[in-house]
């Protein structure tokens, strides 16, 4: 059995036309390494599109592809993920598995009888006969009622090759990075799948956890952030044959990072120290990351050119060229530390403090908190391409209206 796993892939992503492009490219890419290494079929756990009405053109591109894969007899299993997921219950998704081009796994018994309970049915895969089930990610950890109501019992006393797909953090699988974020706990998995394929987390990491089979996350095909591309460089996904993992790096283009140090210096040092690097290098074809960082001897941060900088850079062939100067400071206006925590961190700081301000009949306050996190989900949808202001604010509004109390 050979099967692709990737996620994250985000096709829409990054604001600039050059980069938004990229995430389309690297998906084409995969979709043909899949075709070309004869997977049994491709596993895609959450964020295929970036939004969940995605424009025309990234829902086009990722119809054709998922065609291409669909002419070759090799399925491509989906769940949503915090992106492409919609708290009205609409996503994109659903037009693809209408139209036959993927199959969406994360399907509940239509019947559930007992009340607070999550049943969840497996989709078997006719070839190789893997049965394949999971949940689906929402944002702000909502998804993790889901985990708490999952019957896991009858999943686990299932026979056969077991896959189960996810779009969650798993607290045992936590970098650095996310130290301060809560997960989900492995617990909270069905114990006894041969392999679980996590999406939602932009790192590349596989465990094997007492009780469970490998536990996944194939990080982003292509990177969503500076700090992204910065680290990982260019992004990738999965190709598991008979329990064996192997990495495909997808690259689209090359990433080179140039990281400068302005401690003790003058903008006029700092400059030049930087163009001295570009001046004797070539950049073609090129993304570049430039970072600056430390305190100025004198002088203000915009004193360093980094107009010249950049023409040097693109002079020299590179493709794009983003520059960090969030860590660069003057020392004229001394020095603050400060600790920012992640902006979903902030949100639920803010949520739980203020949470039973405003009591809601017949709503406790973890149903008040989790009401709130709907709403901002609601709300943090963005307005499509050719969409009128009338139709995206009446779009906002029922989404809203249907989460609302009465």
């Known amino acids: 059995m050979k099967f692709a796993h990737m996620a994250d892939c985000h096709i829409g992503g990054w604001r600039d036309p050059k980069l938004r492009m990229l995430g389309a490219q690297a998906f084409c890419r995969a979709i043909d390494l899949c075709i070309g290494k004869s997977v049994d079929f491709a596993l895609i756990s959450g964020d295929l599109f970036n939004t969940s009405l995605p424009p025309v053109d990234s829902l086009k591109t990722a119809a054709g592809k998922l065609k291409e894969l669909n002419d070759r007899g090799i399925p491509a299993y989906i769940i949503s993920g915090s992106h492409d997921y919609s708290p009205s219950g609409k996503t994109m998704l659903d037009v693809l598995e209408e139209a036959g081009l993927a199959i969406n796994v994360a399907r509940a018994h239509e019947e559930q009888p007992e009340e607070g309970k999550l049943r969840l049915k497996f989709t078997v895969d006719?070839?190789?006969?893997?049965?394949?089930?999971?949940?689906p990610g929402k944002r702000a950890g909502l998804d993790k009622t889901f985990y708490q109501m999952l019957v896991r019992e009858e999943l686990e006393q299932e026979p056969g090759f077991k896959i189960f797909m996810f779009h969650a953090l798993i607290e045992e699988l936590k970098t650095k990075e996310f130290a301060h974020v809560d997960g989900t706990p492995a617990s909270l998995l069905p114990k006894g799948f041969h392999y679980y394929a996590g999406g939602h987390v932009h790192i590349v990491k596989d465990v094997a956890?007492?009780?469970?089979?490998?536990?996944?996350?194939?990080?982003?095909?292509?990177?969503?952030?500076?700090?992204e591309l910065e680290t990982l460089g260019n992004g990738g996904f999965y190709i598991v044959e008979d329990g064996k993992l192997s990495f495909e790096s997808i690259q689209v283009h090359n990433v080179h990072r140039i990281i400068?140090?302005?401690?003790?210096?003058?903008?006029?040092?700092?400059?030049?120290?930087?163009l001295t690097y570009t001046n004797t290098r070539e950049f073609v074809d090129t993304i570049v990351t430039l970072r600056v960082e430390?305190?100025?001897?004198?002088?203000?941060?915009?004193?360093?050119?980094?107009?010249g900088i950049l023409a040097a850079l693109y002079s020299r062939g590179a493709y794009f060229v983003m520059k960090n100067t969030f860590a660069l400071k003057s020392?004229?206006?001394?020095e603050v530390a400060v600790s920012v925590p992640k902006g979903e961190d902030v949100e639920e700081k803010v949520l739980k403090e203020n949470v039973g301000q405003m009591p809601l009949d017949g709503f406790n306050a973890e149903q008040q908190l989790a009401l709130a996190r709907q709403l901002m989900g609601a709300l943090s949808v963005e307005r499509q391409e050719g969409e009128r202001v009338s139709d995206f604010e009446k779009r906002v509004k029922e989404s809203m209206e249907k989460l609302l109390p009465g």
């Open 209 to 227: 956890l007492p009780g469970y089979g490998t536990i996944a996350y194939p990080g982003p095909l292509f990177p969503n952030s500076f700090s």
């Open 331 to 334: 020392k004229e206006y001394g």
């Open 294 to 307: 430390g305190v100025l001897a004198s002088g203000k941060p915009s004193d360093v050119d980094f107009k």
């Open 260 to 274: 400068a140090n302005a401690d003790h210096k003058s903008p006029e040092q700092v400059s030049q120290e930087i």
């Open 126 to 135: 006719k070839k190789t006969g893997a049965k394949i089930t999971g949940i």
